[in-house]
């Protein structure tokens, strides 16, 4: 797009911000014209957070994908979310129904039921917490003791579920068994040797949904927001960082930083991108809210029955009740 559309856009869309009393979360995920205009950014942690906190906006346009956006309406029941791309979903949190959680429950009763916040809200009403990759290692130990267990129920991702073995030193039953996000799973040891050898005064930074040798192999494991304060933490003393995860966060990273140079672990020039965060653009979010505007955004926004929202709402609040980390 020309830099004076993007201008125009931009510009059209502060004005109906002001005019829909909405206002705009974004992911980092996002490409970077619709992460700038963003009221928010953030990881699903700290947009969680956001979103538990909006007071000022009656409207709530949710520039992510749809788990994301169905929590921001669980903790906003008497605000209207959208989404500028109503089938913008997750296939991980899609692939984890109600009917497989209860199923789980049921062969391990007692165990506490974590589920990761990339879940339907119809999972989400079924577990005891939920957990966001900024404070899955926190909350499952919490809860694992609480519980005074040394096993938990989690799912869908079972790379995460490593992560939280891992650091949490608790055992952890996976549901589904092979359940993974395929932007972050497609990381290989073999991309670690690789690009250690081109770039060999770089850190590598992944995020947990990464296989377990990737994570094992890194400098630093952790959340999109955690993987950023990492880099800008570290900055003085080194520049150079390959990174595996999204590519809409090595973009805004350097974006913001000209002095860093970023590498994404896939060895080819366009990193790997989440086709679904990727359906969002500058113009759906002028569209979305033009329609707000008009009262004809129906078919974007997002409802969540009420019965399974006050269900999922409980799940939610225990997690903020666990959890310090801010996302
Ligand atoms: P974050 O919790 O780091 O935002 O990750 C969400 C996600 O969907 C990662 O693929
Ligand atoms: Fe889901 Fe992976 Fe996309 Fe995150 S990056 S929304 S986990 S498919």
């Known amino acids: 797009m020309m830099a004076t559309d993007t201008q125009r856009l931009e510009g059209e869309i502060q004005a109906l911000k002001r005019e829909t009393s909405t206002i705009v979360l974004a992911h980092y995920y996002q490409v970077t014209d619709v992460q700038d205009v963003g009221d928010f950014l953030g990881d699903s942690l700290g947009l969680s957070r956001k979103a538990a906190s909006v007071t000022s906006a009656s409207n709530i346009v949710f520039a992510a994908v749809d788990f994301m956006a169905e929590v921001a309406k669980i903790l906003n029941p008497s605000k209207h979310v959208y989404m500028p791309d ?14 497989e959680v209860l199923q789980h429950k049921q062969r391990f009763p007692g165990l506490p039921v974590v589920l990761y916040v990339n879940t339907l809200a119809e ?57 993974c996000c395929y932007v972050h799973d497609q990381f290989s040891t073999e991309d670690v040797e690789y690009q250690r050898q081109r770039f060999p005064g770089a850190k590598l930074v992944v995020h947990p ?32 960082y390959v990174v595996g995860t999204e590519q809409g966060l090595l973009d805004h990273l350097a ?50 029955d009420e019965q399974i929202a006050a269900r999922a709402r409980r799940s939610i609040d225990a997690m903020f009740t666990y959890s310090t980390a801010s996302g």
């Open 86 to 99: 109503r089938t913008a979903s997750c296939p991980m949190a899609d692939r984890l129904r109600a009917a």
């Open 255 to 304: 974006k913001k930083h000209q002095v860093l140079r970023l590498h994404s672990l896939a060895p080819v020039p366009q990193g790997v991108a989440c086709k679904n965060m990727k359906k969002t653009t500058l113009q759906k979010v002028r569209d979305v809210l033009l329609a707000i505007k008009a009262g004809t955004a129906g078919d974007r926004e997002v409802l969540v």
């Open 123 to 179: 999972a989400k009403a079924e577990c005891d917490v939920i957990c966001t990759s900024a404070n899955a290692v926190e909350v499952c130990s919490k809860v694992a003791r609480a519980w005074g267990k040394d096993t938990i129920i989690m799912g869908p991702d079972r790379n995460l579920s490593h992560h939280v073995e891992r650091e949490a030193g608790i055992k952890v039953v996976t549901m589904p068994e092979r359940g």
């Open 209 to 240: 949904e990464c296989k377990p040798d990737v994570q094992e192999a890194a400098d630093f494991v952790g959340s999109t927001t955690q993987m950023l304060r990492y880099i800008e933490g570290g900055m003085a003393d080194c520049q150079e």
